[in-house]
């Protein structure tokens, strides 16, 4: 059986007397879609911060690839293919649709003001250029290539956000919410943009409200509750299990 790609090791965060994590245990496997649920409040994001290195834990270990990264800077996790997007969009929204794709290759981004000016990084221009270009093909962006971020659908935006993420070669990507503010339709196309975004070998893991959407999405899902592991499976097993119905699918407030 294949080694994780992701641990989390009895992994707590304190802040002053607030417990927000407490002692998690949990596994992502390569090539799966892994989500992370529970109520408001349950500790997900700062599970996810934790991950990805915004906050470094009170104790435990996170683990990828089998290396300790714990509390190991943003930058540096995105630089060995740990990949996080956020709740909120975060894209350059003055740029076009292209820069901001251009803008995730991390040979692009390393390009220095110097190099430019005297053509010597013409050749990584033209790599990362048709990396992005070859991304908003497979998002089915490309006819919006020179438009400005900032005049897409919400929907579009957050493919967008998606592509920038993959121009930066992650082996895993945390979805923060990919789902939030969409309608059903557009909810139904980024859930077949997670499952592509699969099948080109990239291990994903998400924190999302919306059910329909996990369910329908993911391989295993880890529940939490008031910092800790309530439950985990399938989304079957998850579905039936009476913790998980009494803290979080049973309530209509939680489960919207």
Not at 8 to 15: A, E, T
Not at 199 to 218: F, K, N, S, W, Y
Request: proline share 4%; net charge negative; with cysteine.
């Amino acid at each position: 059986m294949s080694e994780p790609v992701l641990q989390v090791k009895d992994l707590s965060r304190h802040f002053g007397g607030l417990i927000a994590v407490n002692q998690l245990n949990f596994a992502v496997m390569p090539g799966a879609i892994h989500g992370l649920i529970g109520p408001n409040g349950a500790g997900k994001t700062t599970t996810f911060n934790l991950i990805s290195g915004f906050y470094a834990p009170t104790s435990g270990q996170v683990i990828y690839q089998g290396r300790d990264v714990s509390g190991m800077k943003t930058a540096k996790l995105a630089e060995i293919g740990l990949i996080r997007t956020f709740q909120g969009t975060t894209l350059f929204k003055e740029f076009t649709v292209i820069d901001n794709v251009r803008v995730g290759c991390h040979s692009s981004a390393r390009s220095g003001f110097i190099g430019r000016v005297l053509g010597t990084d013409r050749e990584v221009e033209v790599h990362a250029t048709a990396k992005a270009e070859e991304l908003l093909e497979f998002f089915s962006l490309e006819s919006m290539r020179d438009e400005l971020a900032a005049n897409l659908a919400h929907g579009h935006q957050r493919a967008l956000g998606m592509a920038v993420a993959l121009a930066a070669d992650p082996k895993i990507i945390l979805l923060d919410e990919p789902f939030t503010g969409m309608n059903p339709e557009e909810t139904t196309r980024m859930m077949q943009l997670v499952r592509d975004v699969r099948q080109r070998g990239i291990t994903v893991m998400l924190v999302e409200h919306d059910m329909q959407a996990i369910m329908g999405l993911c391989d295993t899902i880890t529940v939490m509750n008031f910092g800790s592991l309530l439950a985990e499976g399938t989304p079957q097993e998850v579905r039936n299990n009476p913790q998980v119905i009494e803290a979080y699918l049973g309530s209509a407030d939680h489960a919207a």
